[in-house]
């Protein structure tokens, strides 16, 4: 017995043609609007996949966790027979008690995470520090899911910003913001609208 019905049940599928397509759509979308593209790859959770959209122009991937980069990083490393990646952002905040992961990490491919809180940053400057290291991080701002990031309406908004891109050890790369509660628009309009409020936080 050959072709699919040779496949044991359930098995993931996946139309490369189509695939790439997609990829190629979304890419070209964000040329339109001028931005930098970087999936998620909570969604496919494929190295192979992540590396045909790098391939196609994404400035790089979003992973949910740690462990999750740790896989992405190493399945393509340079010398694994795929190319490595560019960068990845975990764009959630990080314990410092993963430091000596974090560390590992960025020896394997470039590393850029949130901070949401002065004094995890300043425990992630001293890691970074002791080590020899530089990360990349980015300051969360909460606009509106309420489920990490600094109040963007507290008098202490600017300067927790400008204190954690002063820290030792640390890159200072922006803000990052989701607006999680673009889940539950009902219209396109509705959708439209919050994105603007996002944009105006």
């Known amino acids: 017995m050959r072709g699919l019905a040779a496949l044991s049940t359930p098995a993931v599928l996946v139309d490369r043609k189509k695939a790439i397509r997609n990829i190629q759509r979304m890419r070209d979308a964000a040329k339109r609007n001028t931005v ?13 996949i992540a590396k045909w959209q790098i391939d196609h122009g994404a400035a790089g991937i979003c992973c949910a966790k740690l462990g999750e980069a740790e896989v ?22 990080l314990n ?28 992630w400057s001293e890691c970074m520090t002791r080590a020899g290291k530089e990360v990349d991080i980015l300051v969360k701002v909460d ?40 889940y539950h628009a009902h219209s396109e309009n509705e959708l439209r609208i919050m994105a603007d409020a996002e944009a105006q936080t």
């Open 36 to 48: 930098r593209l970087r999936p998620h790859t909570k969604t496919h959770k494929s190295p192979l």
């Open 143 to 182: 606009v509106g899911f309420h489920r990490c990031g600094i109040d963007p309406d507290s008098r202490d908004a600017l300067a927790i910003v400008k204190q954690v891109a002063s820290l030792k050890g640390l890159r200072f790369r922006g803000l990052l913001s989701h607006a999680g509660q673009t």
């Open 96 to 123: 410092p008690t993963n430091a000596n992961r974090v560390i590992a990490l960025l020896d394997r491919t470039r590393l850029s995470f949130i901070v949401d809180h002065p004094a995890v940053a300043k425990q």
């Open 72 to 93: 992405f990083a190493d399945a393509l490393r340079p010398g694994s027979g795929q190319a490595g990646l560019p960068d990845i952002r975990i764009p959630y905040p």
